[in-house]
């Protein structure tokens, strides 16, 4: 499955390598390009749709909904990402519900750009608990049945970040190497507007599937300070006859923020264990309808 927009100067290299190495069943979910993407993507042989919403994760959702086959690769066409790769992430599909591309190659990936992934990276693998070395690759391997179960919302490239956090979470995810080249067209991301999105996105992901980490964070941050204020203002009351009351209600602020967070990372394990008890006994049912 290839998202497109405005990558006529690309799409058909795409097509062509892909059908070289015998990947034959392609299919362009093309978002209302002004240019001839669609109809080269037509020439090539590949099917080709227009997605329903925008953003690529329009796209996402379109292809889910179409997508016949036990499994559905995602690649984008810009000519990045070499189809040499894909028998890389098909070694690992059998076993997990997604497989990550990691980009190797990344001189071919501006400056700006890997600073920004590290950072992103780092971000997920402290919020979310995934050792996710490239949570933003472009080029990755989903089981469509769990495709089809997770929800999609994100429109834009934060996309690749909400269904990593639900494979991670909900899921298993793998990783293997790909090969990655410079592009063909004009680069859409935009660094800062875009990797502010992602980081954005990463830290709602957190609070929706991995809340407990999220929350014990913030108790922790909150309370410690908190806890030193406090006492450094009793001290200073005791043994200096000095009351700081700015001091006093800023540490009060923090243990109160300390002990919400505490208050909604209890109830957010006790809705997880629910919500775990519930998806056991759904996968239960059917295994017994199976049967």
């Not at 998806?279 to 017994?288: E, F, V, Y």
């Amino acid at each position: 499955m290839i998202p497109t927009l405005n990558e006529a100067e690309a799409i058909g290299k795409v097509i062509d390598e892909l059908k070289s190495y015998d990947y034959n069943n392609i299919l362009v979910v093309d978002g209302h390009s002004m240019d001839r993407t669609a109809d080269i993507a037509r020439e090539r042989g590949a099917r080709v749709v227009l997605q329903e919403t925008n953003g690529k994760g329009g796209a996402l959702r379109t292809a889910i909904k179409l997508v016949q086959t036990p499994y559905m690769l995602v690649m984008d066409g810009d000519y990045t990402y070499n189809p040499a790769s894909i028998k890389n992430l098909l070694q690992f599909g059998e076993t997990n519900d997604e497989v990550i591309g990691v980009r190797r190659n990344r001189e071919n990936i501006p400056l700006l750009n890997r600073v920004g992934n590290w950072i992103l990276n780092k971000t997920f693998k402290l919020l979310i608990g995934s050792p996710a070395s490239d949570v933003c690759s472009g080029m990755y391997l989903l089981r469509t049945e769990f495709a089809r179960q997770i929800g999609i919302t994100a429109e834009s490239f934060d996309v690749e970040v909400e269904i990593a956090a639900q494979a991670a979470t909900q899921g298993t995810v793998a990783e293997a190497p790909v090969d990655y080249r410079k592009r063909v067209g004009r680069r859409k991301l935009r660094p800062f507007k875009d990797g502010l999105s992602i980081l954005a996105s990463i830290v709602w992901m957190a609070n929706r599937y991995n809340p407990v980490f999220l929350y014990s964070a913030i108790a922790s941050l909150s309370a410690v300070p908190g806890t030193i204020i406090i006492i450094w203002v009793i001290y200073e009351n005791l043994f200096n006859r000095v009351w700081h009351s700015g001091f006093a209600l800023f540490g009060v602020m923090l243990m109160l923020l300390a002990t919400q967070a505490i208050a909604v990372m209890v109830i957010s394990l006790l809705i997880k264990r629910v919500e775990r008890r519930i998806a056991d006994q759904l996968r239960n049912l059917r295994g017994g309808q199976t049967q």
